[in-house]
């Protein structure tokens, strides 16, 4: 039985956390002892709160879920039906309600990100729902905002380069920004938790699921960059979100389909895997990522690692002495589904020291298995409180106690501004990557070489509100002089499809191609080799992973830009045209494609003109 007070006294005891953080002690001089007096005094507020709360409050806090709706609580239609299929709920503000959930993650293809002003109205009534519960305390608002090929809050926001071409342009001070420009627009429409920088040493480039989300294959670079951007997040209260954590970065599985098992060893995990993990933690960072992965160095049980006590206490806790949240990737995730069914799974990754549970696939299954095990004496009351303390704390470090709402007027003169526009092509100029430039092909003139043919790849933007890549790069380059056709072919072009192109590339004084992620004997290949076939000299950009030059071995220039976000592009243009010098350097090697041993173009590799 838990006695409950008035929501007014626990408004009360929230307050007398914000006044504690912002005032501390002044019993002793030492400021050692003040800090330590101030987590002293906040921590008694925060547990007062916790023994406020009933069993299921306490199970609800520790789950992170998705919800359909661009409004907490007067969704479309077809999303109350989504919500009720799913859920067993109409929208957010009865998702908190019967749950108690701690927090919630926003998605695009669930439509809680249409607009800067819809979401922050959104994430107030989210968090008038969570203050209006018995125990009323803010939820923590989430999202995937990598930037580059990941992204759920697109235009007017401002879209920065991903890891990979973050790491191409080498700068800490760079990722500093991303993360403090990204942070403080996040904030301005109340998501206070986003699950970035991705940690992952990417040392395989067959890589499914990494690739250029990771800063690159060196795993010092790899850490200067994850603290940078952890710091930067964190100067705008952003909690930051390292992952996958113990190292995604070496699989050819994708987890969200399977479960990767790596096969490092632990002297390998050592100096491959862990370096980012461990700067990330020396920098501060709020909460680190499980990886859905079997790492058999690691734990020879062949549980995925999210369930694994070896890994997450033993090595994370003790070894790496990481004191923050630790919040699963997606439960949805094949992964991590594949041993356990979806009752256990929540319950095994709290055993294995978790606090966060994220977006399981059936909230009522999950939630319900916590129960369970809470009432069997499987998981104890104790452990609950353990970690919704690590997640208060998160909560009242970023200010989320003090400021649960946010205010509309700071929208527009933070998000999207024309400095934060301007920073963020700045940067992309920077990371530009100029792989191959025969003959001095490039920068093309628009006096010598006036029409172009810009054709290749238009995959759907990573936000659903840039591109395509192919209409961005002829826009660009329109405005840079040039007289552009524009022609998609997309990354499976029929051989009319390649036919036409090649045909309109005879008239052309250049072409200009987006490859995505081609392979050996692959139909952007085959498109490639019918323009250069046509006669004008011909320059490939890879718009997704910088390894396509491997199969395109006879093109007169290539570039890798990385991702195909419209900030991108824009710079590849200005590349193109001799507007801005390419500066990037491979922040990976690019092997033979017929000898994968051999290195084609090393790690550093990167042309200026």
Request: hydrophobic share 40%; aromatic share 4%; with cysteine.
């Amino acid at each position: 039985m838990h006695y409950r007070t008035s929501r007014r006294s626990l408004l009360t005891a929230t307050a007398a956390v914000a006044a504690t953080a912002a005032t501390g002690t002044t019993a002793d001089a030492d400021p050692r002892s003040r800090d330590h007096d101030h987590g002293q005094g906040r921590d008694r507020q925060l547990k007062k709160l916790i023994a406020h709360m009933s069993i299921e409050e306490k199970i609800g806090q520790l789950f992170v879920m998705r919800v359909y709706g661009h409004s907490a609580t007067d969704p479309d239609q077809a999303d109350i039906d989504a919500n009720l299929t799913d859920l067993g709920v109409r929208d957010a503000a009865e998702l908190i309600a019967k749950y108690h959930v701690g927090g919630i993650i926003y998605f695009t293809w669930a439509h809680n990100t249409r607009d800067p002003h819809q979401i922050a109205g959104l994430s107030n009534g989210i968090q008038r729902a969570g203050l209006a519960q018995p125990t009323p305390v803010p939820l923590l608002i989430a999202t995937d905002q990598e930037h580059g090929i990941v992204c759920r809050v697109g235009y007017p926001a401002t879209l920065f380069p991903g890891a990979m071409a973050l790491g191409a342009g080498g700068s800490r001070d760079d990722a500093y920004l991303v993360g403090r420009i990204a942070g403080s627009e996040l904030d301005a429409i109340g998501i206070r938790q986003n699950y970035s920088p991705d940690a992952d040493v990417n040392v395989n480039p067959a890589n499914p699921v990494i690739g250029v989300r990771s800063f690159g294959s060196e795993p010092g670079a790899v850490a200067r960059m994850v603290a940078a951007e952890v710091q930067g997040y964190q100067s705008s209260r952003i909690a930051s979100t390292a992952k996958h954590f113990p190292g995604h970065g070496d699989t050819a599985v994708d987890s969200h389909t399977g479960i990767p098992v790596i096969t490092h060893t632990r002297e390998e995990w050592e100096r491959i895997d862990a370096p980012p993990f461990r700067a990330a933690i020396a920098a501060g960072i709020d909460s680190i990522m499980t990886a859905h992965i079997q790492f058999p160095a690691l734990d020879p049980s062949n549980d995925p690692a999210t369930l694994s006590r070896p890994i997450l206490t033993g090595i994370l806790r003790e070894e790496l002495g990481y004191r923050g949240v630790v919040i699963t990737d997606s439960l949805g995730m094949q992964g991590v589904r594949d041993k356990y069914g979806d009752d256990r799974v929540p319950v095994l990754a709290l055993k294995a020291g978790v606090d966060q549970l994220l977006n399981p696939p059936d909230l009522a299954t999950a939630w319900n298995g916590v129960l369970s095990a809470v009432r069997s004496g499987e998981i104890t009351e104790e452990r609950l409180d353990e970690s919704i303390l690590r997640v208060l704390q998160l909560k009242e470090r970023r200010g989320l106690l003090q400021r649960p709402y946010v205010d509309a007027r700071r929208i527009d003169r933070t998000v999207g501004t024309r400095s934060h526009l301007a920073t963020a092509d700045r940067i992309a100029e920077r990371t530009t990557t100029l792989l191959v430039n025969r003959a001095a092909l490039l920068p093309l003139s628009p006096r010598r070489r006036t029409n172009l043919l810009v054709t290749g790849a238009d995959p759907a933007s990573p936000s659903g509100t840039t591109g395509p890549p192919t209409t961005v790069l002829g826009k660009a380059l329109t405005e840079l002089g040039f007289a552009v056709t524009v022609l998609s072919t997309g990354t499976s072009p029929t051989a009319e499809t390649i036919a036409a192109a090649a045909a309109v590339a005879a008239d052309m004084d250049a072409v200009i191609v987006g490859t995505y992620n081609t392979a050996a004997g692959d139909p952007q290949g085959r498109l490639v080799a019918a323009l250069l076939t046509a006669g004008a000299p011909v320059v490939q950009i890879a718009i997704r992973n910088p390894y396509d030059i491997a199969y395109l071995p006879d093109v007169g220039a290539a570039l890798a830009t990385y991702s195909w976000t419209d900030v991108e592009l824009r710079a590849a243009a200005r590349v193109i045209a001799g507007r801005v010098e390419p500066c990037g350097r491979l922040p990976v090697p690019i092997q033979r494609a017929d000898d994968p041993a051999q290195v084609l173009y090393p790690v550093g590799h990167g042309l200026s003109y």
